[in-house]
């Protein structure tokens, strides 16, 4: 017999941050399966770190179900640039909204958090326990600081007041609506990007930061919203089948991924043979490399019925026709040249 869906499709579901990259692949997960009470709200018309405006928001419209995916996002070189803003603007949004879901009698929060939270040498595959075990990543430090009091609320609320919320995190992701600022993209917008240009350009040469040696893993957005939707009808902390940590108790956070990674270097030869770029690829060392590895230990909430269905390559050439789709090469080139 199948266990009941803890949401249905008559709750009104708030998606704070629904015209983002990760927001965008929820909606269009939870319309698939037929949740399409949602409720959006565009920045302009919400400031989600305005803590009075956002209580007066959920005073009105009485959302059921909460997803907070809104987040100030960026790379390695935005990271290191605005730390007060990545932790500043993520706390605050945090805050505003999951203290206004508990406060306002919300049924259900999800909580997106990140694969930065964990500690820069932790041990590999990374499982849920390594949280605060260790130093985190200097590069991304504030963000992932954010994240984690963000997981902590969620848990401080669960236990001390019942409040039903679970937290979700995501290792490095890619896929339609994403980032690919020349400065402020992740790594594989950033290279999908180089190696566009350098293919369409007939480029001598592409120039990749680092060593090209660190490890990441990528999950394709879609499989991450399908993944949001499964955790919210499905995994009840509380329930007697639901995972557990090394000492038996109950877990409030679950990493979502793939399982498998990729070196930099590698994921470089394949993006050049997808794209058809026929240069050479150079790194400037000068450049940081970031955590060697973070390969996420997903056995929790593959446990629990779920799996990743995109792999690396069919994701690649699907994120190549949307770039191809939204991006004009003269607009890049002009984004280029105003940096540079």
Known sequence: MTSPKLITSSDKIFVAGHNGMVGAAICRALSKYNYNHQLKVNRKDLDLSDQNAVELFFLKEKPSVVILAAAKVGGIEANRTYPTEYLLENLKIQTSVIESAWKFGVRRLLFLGSSCIYPREANQPITEEELLKGELEKTNESYAIAKIAGLRLCSALRKQYKF??????????????????????????????????GAKGNQKSV???????????????EDLGEACVFALEQWNPDAINAPLDKDGKPLNHLNVGTGIDISIKDLTVLLANITGFNGNIEWDTTKPDGTFRKLLDVSRLRNLGWNASINLEEGLKKSLVDFEENYSIDNLRNISSKIL
């Open 164 to 197: 039903d919320a679970i937290s979700l995190m995501p290792t490095n992701l890619y896929g339609p609506g994403d980032n690919y600022h020349p400065k402020n993209s992740h790594v594989l917008p950033s290279l999908i990007r180089k190696f566009y240009m």
């Open 207 to 221: 120039v990749c930061w680092g060593t090209g040696s660190p490890l990441r893993e990528f999950l394709h957005v």
